[in-house]
């Protein structure tokens, strides 16, 4: 065993007493603790990801999954365009409350009275025509 301190060296001769063995167990193919590796971790690696592939084009590919996906993608961009009204709404409802809080109060009320609920002051009469 080249490069290694004596003692590793010597440690790693009893484990591995033949010259052409790799001096780490999860690079060789032979056996480890008595038992032959039937295939590399690197092998296993490789065979999860091309696994792990064909799953996932199996699944964009599938004409129910793009279909949902559209559909998905569909109902977002109806409510984006949803809240995008809301948010409007939610603004000129701002708007409308600042008017009648601020200092023309009283008139603002009573013209929401007015429009809304037809009142009339004491003094006004009110003509209905059908």
């Not at 092998?43 to 799953?55: D, E």
């Not at 793009?66 to 998905?72: F, S």
């Amino acid at each position: 065993m080249q490069g290694l301190p004596d003692p590793a060296a010597e440690a790693l001769s009893v484990l591995h007493p033949t010259e052409d063995a790799a001096p780490f167990p999860c690079g060789a193919a032979t056996s480890v603790y008595g038992r032959a590796m039937p295939f590399r971790p690197g092998r296993l690696l490789l065979g999860a990801a091309i696994l792990s592939t064909l799953i996932a084009a199996a699944v964009f590919w599938d004409a129910k999954g793009l279909r949902r996906l559209h559909k998905l993608d569909a109902d977002a961009a109806r409510q984006e365009a949803a809240n995008a009204s809301l948010r409007e709404e939610n603004a000129r409802l701002s708007r409308r409350v600042k008017q009648m809080s601020g200092p023309g109060e009283a008139q603002a009320l009573e013209k929401a009275a007015r429009e809304r609920l037809g009142y009339v002051r004491d003094d006004e009469v009110l003509f209905k025509f059908e």
